[in-house]
T-cell receptor, first 120, second 111 residues
Framework: DARVTQTPRHKVTEMGQEVTMRCQPILGHNTVFWYRQTMMQGLELLAYFRNRAPLDDSGMPKDRFSAEMPDATLATLKIQPSEPRDSAVYFC??????????????????FGNGTRLTVT | GQSLEQPSEVTAVEGAIVQINCTYQTSGFYGLSWYQQHDGGAPTFLSYNALDGLEETGRFSSFLSRSDSYGYLLLQELQMKDSASYFCAVRPNSGNTPLVFGKGTRLSVIA
């Protein structure tokens, strides 16, 4: 089965350190998303790419977070410097979003298993 | 903007039927989706309603009424393995905003 792969599964780091999370989307999917999940806020969209172009990163703190897709098989989310309030589970998801006609058709998101980040 | 409201917790007995409601305020969207997430796991897609009415997939059914801004997920013949969090989500039909999720309903199935 094709699946979204995220690394690392767990990361514990000290405040101020850089954190890099990686995601390999499903081959052929044209959209990639980064979500953050916490008990208080639920699933929050951080960034969104279509055909590797960033479309929406309004949910991401720009001063410390950055998201890139260096190629179609790799998406990265970096936090520098990390802070304790960044502790959360970070999910990458990919999908196939139809363009133009037929946009009402369903294109479910496929989530990776997440990176559980703890910043002390 | 978009907002979706779900109950935070629901408890039901094994073998019973449970309905998880989702009410929303949105300017327009393509359809209502439901995702399941077990503790420590990833959200996985369950169902999608593009049109009003009921969609059935095995023990799970999902319903949408756009006129009432309301949908629900119905789980029948509950099993212990159905204990999980369930999220409703919409994809707005304007701008570039992708799926917007509700905060989820934690379902506990008890014996």
């Amino acid at each position: 089965d094709a699946r979204v792969t995220q690394t690392p599964r767990h990361k514990v780091t000290e405040m101020g350190q850089e954190v890099t999370m990686r995601c390999q989307p499903i081959l052929g999917h044209n959209t990639v998303f980064w979500y953050r999940q916490t008990m208080m806020q639920g699933l929050e969209l951080l960034a969104y790419f279509r055909n590797r172009a960033p479309l929406d990163d309004s949910g991401m703190p720009k001063d410390r977070f950055s998201a890139e897709m260096p190629d179609a098989t790799l998406a990265t989310l970096k936090i520098q410097p990390s802070e304790p309030r960044d502790s959360a589970v970070y999910f990458c998801a990919s999908g196939l979003t139809p363009l133009g006609r037929g946009r009402s058709s369903n294109s479910p998101l496929h989530f990776g298993n997440g990176t559980r980040l703890t910043v002390t | 903007g978009q907002s979706l409201e779900q109950p935070s917790e629901v408890t039901a007995v094994e073998g019973a039927i449970v309905q998880i409601n989702c009410t929303y305020q949105t300017s327009g969207f393509y359809g209502l989706s439901w995702y399941q997430q077990h503790d420590g796991g990833a959200p996985t897609f369950l169902s999608y309603n593009a049109l009003d009415g009921l969609e059935e997939t095995g023990r799970f059914s999902s319903f949408l009424s756009r006129s009432d801004s309301y949908g629900y997920l119905l789980l029948q013949e509950l099993q212990m393995k159905d204990s999980a969090s369930y999220f409703c989500a919409v994809r707005p039909n304007s701008g570039n905003t992708p799926l917007v999720f509700g905060k989820g309903t934690r379902l506990s199935v008890i014996a």
